[in-house]
């Protein structure tokens, strides 16, 4: 059983209630930072532990907030990214749903580290029923003077609020998100200036992931050196996984850092193996964005070391025959499943999440998503597949914001690694066509053999 | 905070769009949210209210108001208005059934549930039926892939769905007929 640090407290009957939170050792932590640790040992013990951005870029934390401008006069900042909205990933929507104390309880933290008095939680605007939790869990917070002037009689003052996205999966990058606070179209900005000299209203602000600020909590609590200790070089700590797609056990699992990933998808704890006792085709492991791996490079890499989960292990061989954990949404594909209409899918949505700002984004994909649909439909040419690699390629690295590799990337390894998928619908439209895979997006096994 | 926010009425199509007092007390409390009097931050929540209780969709008349209780252009609302999908911009049906099409609820089936969805209602996605209970739309990733295919009615999850149950929830709503949804405001959230 793997160790669980972050949702310990998951299963306690009532936890999503300060009492219960409370009865259960929550807030002592905060208690802990505001009460006998100045800010710099916050920071001091967050930058010891290790701890990477959750929300897929997996910068370091500490680094991040070392580069927060504290000099000026103007106010700080700190904005919690709970617009999760990379297709695969509904880790922060899980903790937030059952433990909503803790996330403030990290907020608090975090907020006495970066000297912030006012926070806000961007939530998307779909989870109006997170909301609703958060507002409720903020209220009680309020009450029990772990909110507002003068907190636990220790001078730190902390307004928390709610603020709602209105459907843009853009939004989830932090200047967009930025963008979208002030009241506008969620079009991210041109760094540098970064966020922490110039983000919400011009001021120094840090933008962090639910998951990111929450595990702020057991850092504080076990110390940063005891954090580190989990996990795999520099991929330290635990990380939730949200697992999806073809597999038995679809959820959110807590893992340590390091779990091999061929324990992960088959054992009895976490995925508990394909669906229907298939066989694994594919995996994209850490949200849509990220390069999708056939089952031989998933399991194991090129040099043929078993592949952990780990953002290092994960990106062993580069974009050759490697990706990223990214997010960590987790989504299985079993033999039946489409890559080629998977890529289409991916695209379809990349082309109508695009906020519009860059001609090779804009352009991009809504080039690619008819070129796709034709191959899908048996109406391809074999020049359209590398007029498709060629496309993503001029996306890539050309856009203000990382949109346009997200973009990029999937229709690119699903060429590199699933080649012959795209030729057969070329070569065999008539198969294709007469297919009754629109609807489940697979095919029936025994209808077509790729190899 | 440069006075209370004015309280103005717009009547263009013969139709006097306001808020309710309590309402616009809500809205006073959520601007004071954002520092310095930077009311334009409150665009987002207040359009969700707006769409909510003056009519269920954001008519011009609406985003004027909404411009006007904000004190920006009314430009600066149509912009943010077309931007982000949760925002009708026109008439629908009292139910708004969204169906996710996103890789991981389509390889678990959300394809043939919006297949199924058409036959029920009898339209096609993006329409809404003739007696303006019910308009299906499609929508990209809720966050639910764990528990796919989801689908939203209105504001609410319906998760992990089968033919069966959408036919079970699509009685139970046309029974309710006309009576108001009962949905928590969204003037009440923050």
Same mark, same amino acid.
């Given at each position: 059983m793997g160790r669980l640090v972050l949702i310990e407290k998951i299963a306690i009957p009532g936890i999503r209630d300060f009492a219960v939170y409370r009865a259960h050792g929550g807030y002592s932590n905060a208690e802990k930072a505001l009460k006998e640790m100045t800010p710099a040992d916050v920071n001091r013990e967050v930058t010891k532990s290790g701890l990477r951005g959750r929300g897929g870029a997996g910068f370091p934390t500490g680094l991040k907030w070392s580069f &927060?401008?504290? +000099?000026?006069?103007?106010?700080?900042? &700190?904005?919690?990214n709970a617009d999760e909205s990379e297709p695969g990933t509904f880790k922060d929507r899980y903790l937030m749903e059952h433990l909503p104390h803790l996330l403030i309880e990290g907020l608090i933290i975090s907020s006495y580290a970066l000297g912030v008095k006012t926070c806000y939680i961007y939530v998307r605007g779909e989870f109006k029923h997170i909301i609703g939790i958060l507002q409720k869990a903020l209220r009680e917070a309020y009450q029990q003077k772990f909110l507002g002037e003068n907190i636990l009689g220790t001078g730190f003052s902390l307004d928390i609020f709610l603020h709602p996205g209105g459907g843009a999966y853009i939004c989830g990058e932090e200047t967009a998100m930025l963008e979208s606070l002030e009241g506008k179209r969620g079009n991210p900005r041109n760094k540098p200036p970064f966020p922490a000299f110039k983000g919400l209203y011009d001021c120094p602000t840090v933008v962090n992931n639910v998951e990111t600020l929450a595990a702020v909590v057991p850092i504080i609590g076990m110390g940063g050196d005891a954090y580190k200790s989990i996990g795999v070089g520099k991929s330290t700590g635990t990380k939730l996984i949200s697992a999806c797609g073809n597999i038995n056990k679809p959820g959110v699992y807590e893992i340590e850092l390091g779990l091999p990933v061929e324990?992960?998808?088959?054992?009895?704890?976490?995925?508990?193996?394909?669906k229907d006792g298939k066989r694994l085709k594919a995996v994209v492991p850490g949200g849509s964005s990220v390069p999708v791996l056939p089952a031989e490079l998933i399991l194991r890499t090129l040099k043929g070391e078993r592949r952990l989960m780990t953002y290092e292990s994960l990106a062993e061989g580069g974009f050759d025959s490697g990706t990223m954990l990214g997010s960590g949404g987790f989504i299985v594909y079993d033999e039946d499943a489409c890559m080629v209409r998977n890529t289409w899918n991916f695209t379809r949505f990349y082309r109508h999440e695009s906020c519009g700002q860059c001609s090779p984004c804009r352009e991009g994909t809504a080039w690619m998503e008819p070129v796709l649909r034709r191959i899908e439909q048996g109406k391809g040419k074999y020049s359209d597949i590398d007029l498709l690699v060629n496309i993503a390629d001029k996306i890539e690295g050309n856009t203000i914001c990382p949109f346009g590799d997200a973009a990029a990337w999937p229709v690119s390894s699903a060429i590199r690694h699933f080649r012959h998928e795209f030729e057969f619908h070329v070569e065999h439209p008539e198969?294709? +066509?007469n297919t009754d895979h629109g609807s489940l997006m697979r095919y029936p096994a025994s209808s077509i053999q790729y190899r | 905070m440069s006075g209370l926010i004015d309280h103005k009425l717009f009547i263009k199509e013969n139709k006097i769009v306001k808020f309710s007092e309590e309402t616009l007390e809500r809205i006073r409390e959520i601007v004071l949210h954002y520092h310095g009097d930077r009311r334009k931050s409150a665009l987002l929540p207040v359009l969700h209210i707006a769409q909510q209780e003056l009519g269920g969709y954001l008519s011009v008349d609406v985003m004027d108001y909404v411009a006007s209780l904000l004190e920006i252009q009314p430009i600066e609302v149509y912009e943010v208005a077309t931007f982000y999908s949760m925002f009708h911009l026109g008439p629908v049906g009292k139910y708004v059934i969204e169906v996710c099409q996103t890789g991981p609820c389509a390889i678990c089936g959300g394809e043939r549930i919006l297949d199924h969805l058409e036959k029920v209602l009898g339209i096609k996605t993006g329409e809404t039926t003739p007696d303006g209970l019910f308009t299906l739309k499609t929508v990209e990733c809720l966050g639910s892939c764990g528990t796919a295919p989801v689908m939203q009615v209105n504001t609410e999850f319906y998760e992990s769905m089968t033919a069966e149950k959408i036919d079970q929830i699509i009685d139970d709503l046309k029974n309710k007929g006309n009576k108001q949804p009962?949905?928590?405001?969204?003037?009440?959230?923050?």
């Open positions: &927060l401008d504290r +000099k000026t006069d103007h106010p700080r900042y &700190l904005v919690c324990d992960f998808i088959f054992s009895e704890e976490y995925c508990g193996g394909i198969i294709v +066509k | 009962s949905e928590t405001r969204w003037a009440d959230l923050f």
